[in-house]
């Protein structure tokens, strides 16, 4: 596994190298966006970790050039002070975000979980098990504890997008566009009520997840472990 | 105008005394004389219409106490005008209709004695008007002075104390209109005022506005057009008035000055406080984990995994804090710089604290969370990240301050116009002096003076609350306790 590292501290470099190979990846780092942007597309990566605050080119830039060639996987490392330019970076086609300082354990998480994602398209799995919970994707029919759980499409949709997305950050536009269609993208009081109603007959508690993350003013993350 | 030397006290001098001059002839005095001379010629006549006996003594009196009488009443000059008659008449009283006979020596003796009562009583008596008018002159003036000067060393804005100053002026001086124009360190000051329906372009005096030979500015005040130039006395008036403006202005400059000094060393004050709190704060976590660091590459120390581990927890502890601090430091920097900006948008309070909740949970140790929200709760306007921010510092502080296994209750409710949300500890509470002062920088409580708090978070979620529009204050919990209440509008507002 090929992991590319766009940062310009030599320091997070080293930090991250060093951890990395430890748990055997394989490590490349830069220091710009440019050498970002034209290292994804030589070496191909299986995953960049960019930060946002490069000197030479906003970080959102440096996604939208990547996703000109490359589905790669891109997490962004930023300070918690960026919070809008990560919500951008989301946006513009970035898969997730650790702040900056993080503790390694979550980087390799966060790392290993958008990995999996990106892999080779396993055969679908026709049935998600959460527990008790079903979503049998091809009948698209929900049951928790062996109960039917009523959606109207709307929530199953939602629903859907959510699972079938595990551990990723979904921006609200992201989701709006996704489940209402490309009009969308600002209506979150909506998409909030939705989410609250699923939640509510998923038997969810929003203080205690074990299904539904909440990021707020950015999006949500299904958590929901696989059984 | 020269500068007064020892500033120009509220008695300077205004009229000066020695000056003695001549009451002017007028008409007044010529009728009063007039006057005074046909009431004594009409006694005269009066006396005699009882007998056909001239009582020549009986006339003679007559005239002498209408000659004082001018004099006392109408001053020197009407009691001349009398004298002067009464000679001339004095003979007519006694001819009987006939022509008058001159008395020779007896007539010029009355004449003269006429003349010398009339002068001396019309110099006592002028002169006694003459001061007595000074004295109500003066008593006037200083009055005015007086009230200028409480007025103008009221410590007023200089703005204002210029606008009542010229409104004064105007009355006892008899002025269409007076201006004054200063310039204290740079900044104009202007002030005008004048009396409506009168003509202007009269006799106009344009006196400097001095101060210790420096230049304030200019007043110009103008009488009617067509109404007599100002006199010594007024004039002088004026500069006393001009110079007690001078004096309160460049105490009102002074006085500023002084302030912004006060200020000034307030901030600093303030600031070294700051800078040697923040300092601590932010050394101490580095000591921390550069010990833990050096000891452990230190070859000569032999740890095992145990004490390994507890190196690194300690180093990882010690990075969280410093993390949250500098945090919590660029936070207040950025509000202090004005450069929180809100991005409000329809956020649910709920929402927002039930993912606070869950994203806390895992470090809140032993405590536990009672979160209850009322069902329906209306969006707010609010930057969801910023709430995010409100509530976990609320959280942090209530977990920091609860013993062990005790319970935070947030609750949410909806008031007429806020979404009220309450977050209470079980917490030894706080003093009843100390409520405002919880959201003060730096400050922290009386029982926890070392507590690993930076005493940042509370006065970061109050700017946010503040700014949007939103209150934020402490209440005693039924046990005792602490709760910290946030209202937060329905409505947009402010900003």
Known sequence: MKVLVVDDEPQIRRALRTSLEAHGYEVATVGTGDEGVVSAAEAQPDLVLLDLGLPDMDGTEVIRRIRGFSDVPVIVLSVREQMTDKVAALDAGADDYVTKPFGMEELLARARAAIRRAGPDEPPQPTLRYGDLEIDLARRLVTSGGEPVHLTPTEYALLESLATNPGKLLTHQWLLRRVWGQGYGTETTYLRTYVRTLRKKLGDDASAPALIVTEPGVGYRWIGEST | MKAPNGGGTVASVVVDRSSRRIVPFTARALGIGLFATIIGALISLLTRLGSDQIQVGTVVAVFMLSVTMAAVTGGLWAGVVAAILASVTLPFMESKGKLPSFNGPRDLIAAVVFLAIAVVIGLVVGNAADERDRAARSEREARLL???????????????????????????????????????????????????????????????????????????????????????????????????????????????????????????????????????????????????????????????????????????????????????????????????????????????????????????????????????????????????????????????????????????????????????????????????????????????????????????????????????????????????????????TGL
């Open chain 2, 146 to 492: 007086a009230y200028l000067s409480t007025k103008l060393l009221s410590g007023d804005v200089p703005d204002r104390v210029l606008d009542e100053f010229v409104m004064i002026l105007l009355e006892p001086l008899g002025l269409a209109s007076c201006h004054v124009a200063v310039s204290l360190d740079g900044h104009a000051i202007e002030a005008k005022a004048q009396r409506d329906g009168l003509p202007p372009g009269g006799p106009t005096e344009v006196i400097p506005i001095v101060v210790a030979n420096i230049p304030l500015g200019t007043l110009i005040a103008e009488r009617p057009a067509g109404r007599r130039p100002f006199n010594r006395d007024e004039r002088l008036l004026l500069e006393a008035a001009t110079r007690q403006a001078a004096v309160a202005l460049d105490r009102a400059r002074l006085d500023a000055r002084a302030r912004l000094a006060q200020v000034d060393a307030e901030t600093n004050q303030l600031r070294a406080a700051m800078f040697s709190s923040v300092t601590h704060d932010l050394r101490t976590p580095l000591a921390s984990i550069k010990a833990g660091v050096t000891s452990l590459l230190d070859e000569g120390a032999i740890h095992d995994a145990r004490q390994q581990r507890d190196l690194l927890v300690t180093i990882l502890e010690e990075t969280d804090r410093l993390n949250r601090l500098v945090g919590n430091i660029l936070d207040l920097a950025k509000i202090r710089a004005g450069a929180l900006i809100s991005r409000r948008v329809p956020t649910a309070v709920d929402e927002v604290a039930e993912a606070v909740v869950a994203r806390m949970r895992p470090r809140l140790g032993g405590v536990v969370v009672d979160l209850q929200l009322q069902d329906d709760l209306p969006d707010i306007p609010a930057d969801p990240m910023q709430l995010d921010q409100v509530l976990t510092n609320l959280l942090e502080n209530a977990a920091r301050h609860s013993p062990p296994g005790g319970t935070i209750r947030i609750h949410a409710t909806q008031t007429d116009t806020a979404v009220r949300l309450r977050v209470a500890d079980e917490g030894p509470g706080i003093h009843v002096d100390d409520r405002e002062k919880v959201f003060e920088a730096f400050y922290r409580g009386r029982q926890s003076p070392e507590s690993p708090g930076s005493g940042l978070g509370l006065s970061i979620a109050r700017a946010i609350v503040t700014a949007h529009g939103g209150r934020i204050w402490v209440e005693e919990t039924m046990g005792g306790g602490t709760a910290m209440v946030l209202d937060m509008p329905i409505r947009e």
